[in-house]
């Protein structure tokens, strides 16, 4: 138990030190991989919870089950997360990526460097909210050339410039409809406020990456 919350300890201070040093706000990331980081150790400051509550009010037996039972929770949780996001899904896409950039001068920590500009850029300043976003323009903001650029999205990220703003462009419009005051907002101004300019083009990635239209999850909310 000791051991275990030392490591807690440990784990949140480091996740702590990395949301500070890129100025963003522990309760609000857009980082997935943070957001999962931070997550993962409330869900292990749970277990804690957890055992204390049970070992000191309630007999062993059913104090371990509880135990176990929120344990399995979270391993099934992230075991969905891991195949979610497994490469293996998405061999038809990423498969070329290492033939096509064999010959590049990037080494993995000019990677790291670039792959972290972006994600200020996005993050910070939500680059692709601007319906004149471009690969060439989002590498001139970085001061990198575009083909190097397009490497780190396609190598790190597993998708092209276009289908990484498409992404984010829906989870922000789906951060917005779930916002109070956008409640009466039209579908063309929502549309308009994540970077498109065309309500079918909207439409059409919103549908792809959710599976329903902008409409459909707005009345389901």
């Known amino acids: 138990m000791l051991h275990f919350v030392v490591y807690l300890g440990f784990s949140i201070r ?3 030190k990395e949301v500070k040093s890129k100025s963003l706000q522990f309760w609000k990331l857009k980082n997935q991989q943070l957001r999962w980081l ?3 150790c409330l869900h292990f400051f749970v ?3 957890i055992f204390i509550v049970t070992k000191s009010t309630l007999g062993r037996d059913l104090g371990d089950h509880f135990i176990a039972s929120y344990i399995t929770l979270i391993i099934y949780l992230a ?5 979610n996001d497994s ?7 990423t498969a070329k990526v290492p033939e096509k950039y064999s ?5 993995e920590s000019q990677k790291d460097k670039i792959l972290d500009q972006l994600n200020q850029m996005m993050q910070n300043e939500e680059y692709f909210t601007n319906n004149m976003a471009s690969l060439p323009n989002l590498s001139k903001k970085i001061g990198c050339v575009s083909h190097h650029v397009s ?5 790190r990220l597993g998708k092209s410039f276009f289908e990484w703003m498409a992404e984010l462009r829906v989870e922000k419009a789906k951060e917005l409809l779930l916002q109070n ?3 009466n907002i039209t579908i063309e101004e929502l549309a308009e406020k994540v970077g498109y300019n065309s309500k079918s083009s909207f439409n059409k990635a919103f549908k792809k990456y959710t599976l329903q239209t902008p409409t459909q999850f707005k009345n389901t909310l």
């Open 14 to 16: 480091e996740v702590i």
């Open 38 to 40: 931070r997550n993962l």
């Open 47 to 49: 277990v804690i919870i």
């Open 79 to 83: 075991s969905i997360k891991v195949v």
């Open 87 to 93: 490469l293996f899904f998405k061999k038809s896409n």
């Open 103 to 107: 010959k590049s001068s990037l080494n």
């Open 151 to 155: 490497q780190v999205i396609n190598e």
């Open 181 to 183: 005051e956008n409640q």
